[in-house]
């Protein structure tokens, strides 16, 4: 018997969990909220992002580059749109990578925290 397992959180290490948090909450149009004692945003269908603040948190480097801290994990999110939400994701603070490989599929990013994601054309 196989049993599928659910994701429950995604937990993101930064600086700052809430402007983390506001800043995810704002580009994805999800809700702030607190769980667990930490500053998080959930999604209508039930996503969650934790964001924990470390205090010797070090921003990792994009494209890797070997001595330096390395992207762990990153986000795609399908938007229809995506140099609308390139403008809306730097309004909010966020940073348009130098090197850029998606063409006109994806354009990367880094957030307030550095964390590289990726702005992809739905469809």
């Given amino acids: 018997m196989s049993l599928e397992l659910k994701l429950g959180n995604v937990m993101v290490d930064c600086e700052d969990g809430i402007k983390l948090q506001n800043f995810y909450g704002k580009l994805l149009g999800w809700e702030c909220c607190t769980m667990y004692d930490l500053p998080a945003v959930k999604s209508s269908n039930g996503i969650?992002?934790?964001?924990i603040s470390e205090p010797d948190y070090v921003r990792p480097v994009w494209p890797e580059q070997e001595a330096k801290q390395q992207k762990q994990m990153h986000f795609d999110f399908q938007v229809p749109n995506v140099a609308?939400?390139?403008a809306k994701a730097k309004a909010l603070g966020a940073v348009k990578a130098p090197d850029q490989f998606g063409g006109e599929h994806w354009v990367t990013?880094?957030?307030?925290?550095?964390?590289?994601f990726c702005l992809c054309k739905a469809g």
Avoid: A, T
């Fill in 109 to 116: 990013m880094f957030d307030p925290s550095g964390h590289p």
């Fill in 48 to 51: 969650v992002f934790l964001f």
């Fill in 84 to 86: 609308d939400y390139v």
